[in-house]
C-alpha cells in the first residue's frame, strides 16, 4: 500500500515539483523511512529472512511428529500460529476481505482457511496489477481497455437517438455515421480501378528526389496507351509485349522506385542526438484546412517543403470495395492541421511526392505497414526519411502499442475509437469525424519527440536502440504493394483457416464457390466479405443444400448479390454434389490444379551426387562421347537433340558454363521467318521475374485472341501448337511400330506351335494301337504268347504312379484311328492265367458268395496287410475289402 502511495505520488511529483508540501508527505509516508527505495529494501530482505527461517524448520512428517511430542515445542507452534493468523486476519480487513480465521469448526476448519487465503491473494494481486498498470499510464479505474476499434453495448434510453452519458441524469445525442445510400466514389475517378487478374505495376511517372533516374518504361505511359493492335489482350500482358518489341528492360517494373535512395539514406547526426519536446498547442487553437481542390493541394505541398518534418495518417475503406479505397488524408505540421479529401484529389496527389520523397524531411507515421501499401495503390506515392511511433513503442516496451494508448501515456488525451470503423466515404463529412481524424496526427509530432528521449534515455544515451528505430523504419517504406492474385490454389489457404475437414464433394463446392465470388467481386468492384462472407461460403460448402432456398438459409443475412444471383449458386452447389465421394486425405492430392505430394527418397540429391547408386548401375562411357542434355524453362521449348534416352539416367551433368552461351547462331538465324523470329523472342522472354507473377493462363489471355492472326498471341498458341503436334505425331509413329512388332512376334509364335502339332499328329499315324496288335496276332495263327515262368525271387517291376498317367495322356489326348475292329474270341484263351497262385482265398467281389467268407479271411505270416493305403475315413474301416488294391489285381 505504502508502494501505490509513493508510486503515485512520483507520478504528481513531476506536475508540483515547486511546492515543498509534497517532499514532506514523501518523507512522512511510512515512518522510520527516508524514501521508498529504503522501505523496499528492508521489505526484501525481512521476506528473505523469513524465507531462510521457514526453511529451517521441521520439515512435515515423521521429523516433524517426533518434535510435536514436546511439550515445549507444541506451545511455541500454538502461539506463533495464533499470530500468524491475527496478522493474515488484519491484512484481509485491510483490503475488504473476509478474516474470521481463527473462529472456525475443528472439522472443516483448514479446507475453510484455505479458501479464505486464495481469495485474499486474488484480490490482493489484483489491486496490485491495476496499480502497476497506473504507474505505466494505463488507468482502468475508470472504464476497462478495450481492443481497438471496440465498441460497448450502449444503452438506450428513451429515444432511439440518445444514450446514458453514465451519471443516469444527463444523456447525449449520437449520429449514424455509416450511411447505406452512399454514392460510389468509383464511378467519378478519371482512371478506372484496375481489378484484372494482374500484377500491379508502379503508378508513378515523375520521380522528384531522385538520385538514379526512373526508368523510361514509367515515363513513356502515352505511347503505352496508344496501341490498338493489343486491345485483345490482357493490359499487362500487353505491355509486356510491348516491352519485347522495344526491347526495353523488364526487371525495374515490379521494383521499388526509390530503392536505390533508401538503400544510401544516412541519417543525420541532429535526428540521432536527444531532442527537447516541442509542446502541442491545443487543438481548439489550431488552424485546420479541409482540401479539396487542387490549387490548394499545390499549396500544401510548397509549405511541407519548407519543414523539416510532418505527421501523417490515412483513412481507409474496404467494404464495397475490391481493393479498397483510400478516402482521406491527414497532415499535420507544428503549427496546423490539413485534411485532404483523396477521393476528390486522387489523380493529382502524387504532386506530394516532391515532399513525401524528400530525404531530409522526416515524415511521421504511426502502424505505416498498411499505409504505405495503400499510398502505392492509390496515389503512386513514395516516402523517404520515415519515423514509425510504432516500432519505437515496442523498443520502449509499454504496456500497448497503439496510437490511444501513446496518447494517454505522453499526452493525456482520451480518443474516440467509434469513428475507426466508420465509412469514410460519407460527404460531406461530419464534425465528429473531422476531430477523430485530426486527433491521429495533431499529437504525433510531440510523441516524436518524446519517443526519441525516452530511446536515448532507456539506452544509457546510447544511439544504437534508436537507430535500430530508425532502420526498421526504412525497411517499413521499403515495402510494395501486391495485388491479390487468383489461382486454382488459392481457395486451399481459405479452406486451411477455417480449421473443418471437408470431404471430396464439399472441398468441390467451397472450390467453385470461392472461385465464383472471386470473380463477381472483380466485376462488381466489391469486397469479398460484402459479395459473400467467408463463414456463409463455408456453411453451404458442408451443408451442400439441394434447393435454392437452402442456400439462402444458410445465410443471414442474405447477401444482395447471393439473392440475386442464387441460381447460379445451385448450379455450383450441384456440381459438387455430382463428384465422388472420397476421404479428406485422398481428396486433398486428386483435386484439379493439384499434383499430390510426393516424398523424395532422397533428401538432397544433385547430379554429381552419387554416393548412393552403385556403380554397376551407372553408364560407361568414352570420355570424347559424354551425353549433354540442355536443360529449359518450358519442356515444350525444348530443342530434341539425337541422345539416347537411356543414356542419360545418369544424369551426367556438362562440365562447362553456359550462361553466357549464344543460344542460336546467325545461320539460324537467317533461316527462321519474321514472325517466327518475333515468336522465338517473346518464347525466350518469359526467363525473368514477370512469369512469377502470372497466374494460370488460362486466366489471362482471352480465346478470341488466340484465332485472331493479327494478335501476337496467336503468334505464340500457332508456335506451341506446331510443337505440341510434331511431338504427338512421333509418340504416334512410335506406338504404331511397337504394335506392328508385336503383331508379327505373335505371328511367328502361331506359326511355330502350328509346324510343332502337325509333326506330332504325323509322328502318331505310323504307330499301331494294341487292339490292332491283337488283331494281327490273331489272323497270324490265333497262338497266344505263354507267359514265361519268372524265377525264384524274381517279380515284374511295377510301373509307377506319373509313368502311367504319362502313358496315358497321349492317347486320350489323340483319337486312334478309325480302324477295322475284329471282336477278340475269349473262347480260345486260358482264363486260368487269370488265377491268384499265392493266395487260396479269392479276394475279389463275387455276388453269389456269402459274406461271413470275408470275416474268416486271415493273412498269411509274414505279410503285411496294406490297409493304410487310400484315404481313410472316420465312419468305414478300409480294411473289410482289398478288391480295389493293385497287389490283389490278378497276374497273367
Not at 496526427?441 to 534508436?466: C, E, K, M, P
Amino acid at each position: 500500500m505504502a508502494t501505490s502511495k509513493s508510486n503515485d505520488s512520483t507520478n504528481s511529483g513531476p506536475q508540483n515539483s515547486t511546492s515543498d508540501t509534497n517532499d514532506e508527505e514523501k518523507a512522512e509516508l511510512c515512518p522510520g523511512f527516508k524514501d521508498v527505495d529504503a522501505f523496499v529494501k528492508y521489505g526484501l530482505g525481512a521476506v528473505l529472512s523469513a524465507t531462510k527461517a521457514s526453511a529451517g524448520l521441521p520439515q512435515a512428517g515423521d521429523e516433524y511428529d517426533f518434535y510435536r511430542s514436546f511439550p515445549g515445542f507444541q506451545e511455541f507452534c500454538e502461539s506463533q500460529g495464533d499470530k500468524l493468523l491475527h496478522c493474515m486476519s488484519q491484512i484481509m480487513q485491510h483490503h475488504g476481505c473476509r478474516s474470521h480465521m481463527r473462529e472456525r469448526n475443528k472439522l472443516t476448519g483448514l479446507e475453510e482457511r484455505f479458501d479464505l487465503v486464495v481469495d485474499s491473494n486474488d484480490v490482493i494481486l489484483e489491486r496490485a496489477g491495476i496499480l502497476l498498470d497506473e504507474a505505466d499510464g494505463v488507468n482502468r479505474s475508470q472504464q476497462p481497455v478495450m481492443p481497438a476499434g471496440f465498441q460497448p453495448p450502449k444503452i438506450v434510453v428513451s429515444s432511439w437517438n440518445r444514450k446514458s452519458s453514465g451519471s443516469g441524469s444527463r444523456s447525449e445525442m449520437f449520429r449514424l455515421l455509416h450511411a447505406k445510400n452512399v454514392a460510389r466514389p468509383q464511378l467519378k475517378f478519371k482512371e478506372k480501378v484496375d481489378n484484372s487478374n494482374t500484377p500491379f505495376v508502379p503508378k508513378i511517372f515523375i520521380k522528384p528526389n531522385a538520385i538514379k533516374s526512373l526508368p523510361s518504361y514509367f515515363t513513356n505511359k502515352q505511347i503505352r496507351k496508344e496501341r490498338p493492335e493489343d486491345l485483345d489482350v490482357p493490359a499487362a500482358l500487353a505491355d509486356f509485349i510491348h516491352q519485347q518489341r522495344t526491347q526495353e528492360h523488364v526487371e525495374d517494373m515490379f521494383a521499388h522506385p526509390y530503392q536505390y535512395e533508401l538503400d544510401h539514406l544516412a541519417i543525420p547526426e541532429s535526428l540521432l542526438s536527444k531532442p527537447e519536446p516541442q509542446m502541442y498547442k491545443p487543438i481548439a487553437e489550431t488552424k485546420c484546412s479541409f482540401i479539396d481542390a487542387l490549387e490548394d493541394l499545390v499549396a500544401l505541398n510548397e509549405k511541407l517543403c519548407r519543414l523539416t518534418e510532418f505527421a501523417v495518417d490515412l483513412e481507409h475503406h474496404s467494404y464495397r470495395s475490391f481493393l479498397g479505397l483510400t478516402c482521406l488524408m491527414q497532415i499535420s505540421t507544428r503549427e496546423e492541421d490539413f485534411i485532404i479529401d483523396t477521393l476528390e484529389l486522387r489523380s493529382e496527389m502524387y504532386i506530394l511526392n516532391e515532399s513525401f520523397t524528400d530525404p531530409t524531411i522526416v515524415k511521421v507515421f504511426h502502424g505505416a505497414d498498411s499505409d504505405m501499401e495503400w499510398l502505392q495503390r492509390d496515389f503512386g506515392l513514395y516516402v523517404v526519411n520515415l519515423f514509425d511511433t510504432h516500432q519505437a513503442s515496442r523498443a520502449l516496451n509499454l504496456a500497448r502499442h497503439s496510437l490511444d494508448h501513446l496518447l494517454k501515456h505522453f499526452c493525456n488525451v482520451d480518443s474516440d475509437k467509434r469513428y475507426q470503423l466508420a465509412d469514410w466515404r460519407i460527404r460531406p463529412l461530419p464534425d465528429e469525424m473531422v476531430q477523430y481524424a485530426r486527433t491521429d496526427t495533431h499529437y504525433l509530432l510531440y510523441i516524436y519527440d518524446s519517443v526519441r528521449a525516452q530511446l536515448l534515455d532507456f539506452n544509457h544515451g546510447q544511439t544504437g536502440l534508436l537507430q535500430c528505430v530508425w532502420n526498421k523504419s526504412k525497411d517499413i517504406s521499403l515495402k510494395k504493394y501486391l495485388k491479390p492474385i487468383y489461382t486454382e490454389e488459392s481457395y486451399l489457404e481459405l479452406q486451411r483457416k477455417q480449421k473443418k475437414s471437408f470431404n471430396t464433394q464439399q472441398l468441390t463446392a467451397f472450390r467453385l464457390l470461392f472461385a465464383w465470388r472471386d470473380k463477381l467481386a472483380r466485376q462488381e468492384d466489391e469486397s469479398t466479405g460484402y459479395v459473400l462472407p467467408t463463414h456463409m461460403m463455408s456453411k453451404i460448402s458442408e451443408e451442400l443444400p439441394k434447393e435454392p432456398q437452402g442456400i439462402i438459409a444458410c445465410c443471414n443475412p442474405v447477401p444482395p448479390l447471393v439473392r440475386q444471383q442464387v441460381n447460379e449458386l445451385h448450379l455450383l452447389v450441384q456440381q459438387g454434389r455430382e463428384m465422388p465421394l472420397l476421404k479428406a486425405e485422398i481428396a486433398a492430392q486428386k483435386k484439379k490444379g493439384l499434383t499430390p505430394i510426393k516424398k523424395p527418397e532422397v533428401t538432397l540429391f544433385g547430379p554429381h551426387d552419387t554416393s548412393r547408386v552403385s556403380v554397376s548401375d551407372l553408364p560407361q562411357f568414352p570420355p570424347d562421347e559424354l551425353p549433354v542434355k540442355q536443360g529449359m524453362l518450358f519442356s515444350e521449348d525444348e530443342h530434341k537433340m539425337d541422345v539416347d534416352l537411356q543414356k542419360t539416367i545418369g544424369l551426367i551433368a556438362p562440365p562447362k558454363i553456359t550462361l553466357f552461351e549464344e543460344l542460336e547462331t546467325k545461320n539460324d538465324q537467317e533461316s527462321l521467318s519474321v514472325a517466327h523470329m518475333k515468336a522465338r523472342r517473346i518464347i525466350e522472354s518469359f526467363e525473368n521475374p514477370f512469369r512469377m507473377y502470372l497466374p494460370a493462363p488460362d486466366v489471362h489471355i482471352n480465346k478470341n485472341a488466340k484465332f485472331d492472326p493479327s494478335s501476337k498471341i496467336f503468334e505464340i498458341s500457332k508456335r506451341w501448337k506446331l510443337q505440341s503436334s510434331e511431338q504427338q505425331q512421333k509418340e504416334l509413329e512410335a506406338k504404331r511400330k511397337a504394335k506392328q512388332e508385336a503383331k508379327e512376334q505373335a505371328k511367328k509364335e502361331t506359326e511355330e506351335r502350328n509346324k510343332a502339332k502337325q509333326s506330332y499328329q504325323e509322328s502318331l499315324q505310323d504307330v499301331a494301337t494294341v487292339r490292332q496288335q491283337a488283331a494281327e496276332s490273331a489272323k497270324g495263327g490265333g497262338k497266344k504268347r505263354e507267359r514265361v515262368a519268372s524265377e525264384v525271387g524274381e517279380s515284374t517291376p511295377k510301373p509307377s504312379k506319373k509313368l502311367m498317367k504319362s502313358a496315358v495322356k497321349p492317347q486320350m489326348t489323340e483319337p486312334p484311328p478309325q480302324d477295322s475292329f475284329t471282336p477278340f474270341d475269349y473262347s480260345q484263351s486260358d482264363l486260368n492265367v487269370f488265377a491268384d497262385t499265392k493266395s487260396k482265398d479269392n479276394a475279389q467281389f463275387d455276388p453269389n458268395r456269402k459274406g461271413h467268407d470275408f470275416k474268416k479271411k486271415k493273412n498269411p505270416k509274414g505279410q503285411k496287410s496294406n490297409f493304410g493305403a487310400g484315404n481313410r475315413s472316420m465312419s468305414y474301416l478300409a480294411g473289410k475289402s482289398d478288391r480295389g488294391f493293385r497287389h490283389n489285381w490278378p497276374k497273367r
